[in-house]
């Protein structure tokens, strides 16, 4: 089975500086990459996703981007934060139909 | 967008007793997951159930489909304080040349000891 590594595990910056999360898989090869947000006691929003390298689909459009440099490396950056990124980033690992999603442990974000 | 919405939001019950999760969703589906997170951590997939199937069992687990209603359950049976987690459902949908998954807002279960 897949691991899917994340860090930090958390993260506190101050608003207008830059980010970089990164996301890491082990266990497979050309996985589907997917990052989500998780605000405070809800649900999951879909932000990115990655069927390969250097391909990028955003979900919703914001002060966030993402990249692929390799086959199992995704990146979540933004150069100025603002105070409504804060929130839970999950990267996670999805191969499509019939199959389980992996996930990291995540990356909480404070903008302050 | 959200596909699948669970019910209720949020869930209290004594250890012993068994736990209702609900899930509706809109679109037709494949088949529906059903996934775990603990407080602050990622989430965990329990089980999936293919379209085609009208329950599942997985240990204490038992997942029910109905295609016709666009719903799905999660039961629990003789819960633990160890179950407190919140409880997503889970269907994917098409994109392109691949799949993404949409959660629902979760059910947050607590168990009290």
């Known amino acids: 089975s897949q691991t899917i590594h994340q860090w930090p595990a958390t993260l506190v910056q101050p608003v207008g500086s830059p980010l970089s999360l990164e996301c890491t898989v082990e266990?497979?090869?050309?996985?589907?990459l997917y990052w989500y947000r998780q605000a405070a006691g809800r649900g999951l929003q879909l932000l990115f996703y990655?069927?390969?390298?250097?391909?990028i689909s955003s979900e919703v459009p914001q002060n966030l981007s993402a990249s692929r440099p390799q086959d199992r490396q995704f990146i979540l950056s933004s150069k100025k934060l603002l105070l409504s990124d804060s929130g839970f980033y999950l990267c996670a690992c999805y191969r499509g139909r019939g199959t389980e999603a992996f996930f990291g442990q995540g990356t909480r974000l404070t903008v302050v | 967008s959200q596909q699948g919405e669970e019910d209720p939001q949020a869930l209290s019950i004594q250890e012993g007793e068994n736990a209702t999760m609900n899930c509706s969703y809109k679109t037709s589906i494949n088949n529906l997951q059903w996934y775990r997170q603990n407080s602050g951590r990622g989430l965990v997939h329990l089980i999936l159930?293919?379209?085609?199937?009208r329950e599942k069992h997985s240990g204490r687990l038992r997942v029910t489909l109905d295609t016709s209603k666009k719903s799905s359950s999660l039961l629990i049976t003789a819960s633990r304080a160890a179950d407190t987690a919140s409880y997503f459902c889970a269907t994917d949908d098409r994109m392109d040349s691949s799949y993404k998954l949409i959660f629902g807002s979760g059910t947050r279960l607590l168990v009290r000891p």
């Open positions: 159930i293919r379209s085609n199937e």
């Open positions: 266990g497979t090869s050309n996985p589907n």
């Open positions: 990655s069927v390969g390298i250097g391909q």
